[in-house]
């Protein structure tokens, strides 16, 4: 198959119509070779015991036992991170970004926190327990109460996305239910953008040893026993009198493994990583779901169609961008599973009709990118990533936490603190 040329008014002709959707497959082979083992995430299975994620998969017309490698939430949570590297080199920043600062607070070491890092985007609980300007960023029950911005938030729908697209177009390609603040009722907007990476061809009987052999402690450090003291240092408990003194204490004495000194047995871990054929990216940026998106603007009712077509092509080319971003970075998921892509990656146009393949580089995804933009601006969607725009500083909305969020962070953090003492 032939590669097609492509550039932004190609795209711009899929979003409004051509093709349903853009898509990638990406074959990876680990790093160390085909040999080498790779490691996918582990969960919880029957008796709380770590399993992997395995299932059989239809490759080629054939069952094949497969095992999830990287998740679409994994996947999805490392291109927002790509994305925010982006926003964050930029001289102009690209896109809007909604940030909550938590500098000169109580919980100062948390510092910025943005919509890319917030599990459910800009619908996450933690934007609603922000202020804008000295009220509140969000009031879902009371709306007149909450921002103007906050408010764009709260009247969200697929019919009607104009004001979150320029306050949080990343929640739009990467999905979001607006569930926390009026439950069932909350705007659901689906994926845009969903990339996942699968193991084919895995083996079932990885094992992985594990040990410690203590280089100064090397005997009798079990029968020692510790105990945990209130500024978390430790000291030992080792003679008569020591022991009568600490025998009011509730906190039993730890052995020295427990704080982390002795030998530990040898022993076999069974989720000891997977040997698989090849893994493979695949990645799917739904044209259809996103022409399910409508921008109205009061000002542009005779060119409503053309609106909306710009203001998803604007969405597509932010997702390519965000994928092309991924392959740049690589495809480091964790330790011990470390995957190269076994050739230049590739990304088709599909239709029922036909399908046309093309290569794209973060470079010429983000000149696309640029010039979606452009064009959207020109005919009034709202964009604020130049200058100052009301409380939009440079492309950033920056809220404060409001004292409850505060409280509610400290609280959590010197509760794990007590916790960590008494396990």
Aim: with cysteine.
């Amino acid at each position: 198959m032939a590669k097609a040329t492509f550039d932004y008014e190609k795209l711009k002709r899929a979003v409004a119509g051509e093709y349903h959707a853009i898509r990638a497959f990406v074959d990876l082979k680990p790093a160390g070779g085909e040999m080498d083992k790779i490691f996918p995430p582990t969960y919880q299975g029957p008796d709380k015991n770590p399993i992997y994620a395995t299932e059989t998969r239809i490759v080629n017309g054939e069952e094949v036992h497969c095992v999830l490698i990287d998740s679409v939430q994994s996947q999805a949570n490392r291109m927002e991170m790509a994305l925010l590297e982006w926003h964050r080199k930029s001289k102009e920043p690209p896109f809007p970004l909604v940030q909550i600062d938590f500098r000169g607070t109580d919980v100062d070491w948390v510092g910025e926190f943005t919509v890319l890092e917030a599990p459910h985007r800009i619908a996450d609980a933690y934007f609603l327990a922000c202020e804008l300007d000295g009220k509140p960023f969000r009031s879902p029950r009371k709306p007149e109460k909450g921002s103007d911005i906050g408010r764009n938030v709260e009247e969200a729908r697929p019919d009607n996305a104009t004001g979150l697209f320029g306050i949080s177009p990343t929640s739009l390609i990467f999905g979001m239910w607006d569930s926390h603040s009026k439950g069932v009722l909350g705007a659901k907007f689906q994926r845009i953008m969903a990339s996942e990476v699968i193991g084919i061809g895995v083996t079932k009987d990885g094992k992985r040893a594990e040990s410690r052999i203590d280089p100064l402690i090397k005997v009798a450090g079990e029968s020692l026993k510790a105990k945990i003291n209130e500024d978390g240092t430790w000291s030992l408990v080792d003679s008569p009198e020591k022991k009568k003194a600490d025998s009011s204490e509730k906190k039993e004495p730890k052995k020295l493994s427990g704080i982390g000194l002795g030998n530990i047995t040898p022993t076999l871990n069974p989720t000891g990583g997977v040997v698989v054929k090849y893994a493979r990216q695949i990645a799917v940026i739904s044209l259809t779901a996103l022409r399910r998106l409508r921008f109205p603007l009061e000002s542009k009712e005779g060119e409503r169609e053309e609106v909306n077509t710009l203001a998803r092509t604007v969405l597509a080319s932010l997702s390519l961008c965000a994928l092309t971003l991924l392959w740049e970075e690589g495809f480091s998921l964790r330790s011990r599973c470390e995957l190269v892509p076994v050739e230049e990656p590739l990304l088709e146009l599909v239709s029922p009709q036909r399908r046309e393949e093309f290569s794209l580089d973060f470079d010429a995804a983000e000149d696309i990118f640029r010039k979606a933009v452009d064009e959207a601006k020109k005919v009034g969607l709202p964009w604020p990533t130049v200058g100052d725009i009301g409380p939009w500083k440079n492309g950033i909305l920056t809220l404060k936490p409001n004292k409850d969020l505060v409280n509610a962070i400290k609280e959590s953090q010197a509760k794990a603190l007590e916790i960590s003492a008494e396990s």
